[in-house]
T-cell receptor
Framework: GESVGLHLPTLSVQEGDNSIINCAYS??????FIWYKQESGKGPQFIID?????DKRQGQRVTVLLNKTVKHLSLQIAATQPGDSAVYFC???????????FGKGTLLTVNP | GAGVSQSPSNKVTEKGKDVELRCDPI?????LYWYRQSLGQGLEFLIY????????KSGLPSDRFSAERTGGSVSTLTIQRTQQEDSAVYLC???????????FGSGTRLTVV
């Protein structure tokens, strides 16, 4: 899994499988978390966010889980598709209302 | 505009030259941010604008880096006397007011040779 500050991990899955990307955060003041997807040559694209008053939030094919006790965030992608191949970043706000701190990302590769 | 626009998309410059990177945020977004992304790394915060003022410029790596924003819209990031370690992708993002969710541009890839 990923931790804000560690080297870039990779995850390789088969098309159609579910993917889980993990992120550990360290700032207990963080109350807002976001997952971004970055494809090669593009800027990060917002996927889903969650506030600290929630444990789970679902979007289209994606679910974010937040465990504040152990400071852990995960992104679940259902029925992973080749178009999901990208680097995924988690970000936390550290209690700020403007600045985000990003992890170094997880490279997801989807094999057809 | 429809999204955050950055120019140029790629810039190759010689060491010691000055460069200017431009960001056009989404129309109406009052908050604007610059981040830097080095190869295989996460995003490093550089500076935050609210309107034309920069209440947080704590991420600028040295006094060779400066940024301004005019008319509450376009922002320019200037790097003077570029060094090889300045090579990176410079990303701009904007958001309405102080909302946490950003919209990023595609970035400017700067290569200092």
């Amino acid at each position: 899994g990923e931790s804000v500050g560690l080297h870039l991990p990779t995850l390789s899955v088969q098309e159609g499988d579910n993917s889980i990307i993990n992120c550990a955060y360290s700032n207990s003041a963080s109350d807002y978390f976001i997952w971004y997807k970055q494809e090669s040559g593009k800027g990060p694209q917002f996927i889903i966010d969650i506030r600290s008053n929630m444990d789970k939030r679902q979007g289209q094919r994606v679910t974010v889980l937040l465990n504040k006790t152990v400071k852990h965030l995960s992104l679940q992608i259902a029925a992973t598709q080749p178009g999901d191949s990208a680097v995924y970043f988690c970000a936390e706000n550290g209690g700020s209302n403007y600045k985000l701190t990003f992890g170094k990302g997880t490279l997801l590769t989807v094999n057809p | 505009g429809a999204g955050v626009s950055q120019s140029p998309s790629n810039k190759v410059t010689e060491k010691g030259k000055d460069v200017e990177l431009r960001c056009d945020p989404i129309s109406g977004h009052t908050a604007l941010y610059w981040y830097r992304q080095s190869l295989g790394q996460g995003l490093e915060f550089l500076i935050y604008f609210q309107g034309n003022s920069a209440p947080d410029k704590s991420g600028l790596p040295s006094d060779r880096f400066s940024a301004e924003r005019t008319g509450g819209s376009v922002s320019t990031l200037t790097i003077q006397r570029t060094q090889q370690e300045d090579s990176a992708v410079y990303l701009c993002a904007s958001s309405p007011e102080k909302e946490d969710g950003y919209t990023f541009g595609s970035g400017t890839r700067l290569t200092v040779v």
